[in-house]
């Protein structure tokens, strides 16, 4: 009779091993991914993503974007770029910008061949830009201090041709690119 209840115990008992075993191993899982998530989410895009959702509820229609997490070899350093068709004239696009930005605690600046902020833009496209280096700080932990780069451009040369869909400028349609741009990774 020991063998026979010794060997119930030990059936009873595989069960419960089984199970705590697989808890343990979904367990460890889900953190690998919650950990995996963090390390190659972009912030730049978390914090370009008010901006889009403010343009998209305004009526500007994404066409496409892209970026870098800076986690790579190559680039150290978060960035995002978005791209909109917005169905109305440049200036109404811009007060858009200019309205939304401030909503979100930035001050854009219009860009000018003296005051370029971060923008590389050449002198006779820079009317069409706007940005802000100074309102806002990186709230990263894991990257250095510093200050958001937001940059907006609104029917900016190569805007149109930015995404394969393209995008139409013309009177009564105008194209809206922003970038964000925040400080490098903590290596």
């Known amino acids: 009779m020991n063998t026979s209840n010794k060997s119930k115990k030990a059936a009873s008992r595989t069960p419960l091993i089984l199970i705590v075993a697989a808890v343990v191993v979904v367990g460890v899982a889900i953190a690998g991914i919650l950990f995996l998530n963090k390390k ?29 997490a800076g986690l790579g070899s190559d680039n150290v350093q978060p960035w995002y770029q978005a791209y909109f068709g917005f169905p109305k004239s440049e200036d109404q696009a811009i007060a858009l910008v200019n309205n939304i930005a401030k909503e979100n605690g930035h001050s854009l600046i219009h860009a000018s061949p003296a005051n370029r902020g971060p923008l590389g833009v050449a002198d006779k496209f820079i009317d069409k830009w706007y940005f802000d280096n100074t309102s806002k700080a990186s709230l990263y932990g ?31 349609h105008s194209a809206i690119g922003i970038e964000v741009r925040l400080p490098n990774v903590k290596r």
Do not use: F, H, W
């Open 40 to 68: 190659t989410s972009n912030y730049a895009e978390e914090v370009a993503r008010p901006l889009e959702q403010a343009l998209i509820s305004r009526g500007a229609t994404k066409q496409c974007s892209r970026g870098d």
């Open 142 to 172: 894991d990257l250095q201090e510093g200050k958001i780069d937001l940059s907006v451009a609104v029917n900016a040369d190569g805007l149109a041709s930015a995404c394969s869909t393209g995008i139409v400028i013309d009177s009564g």
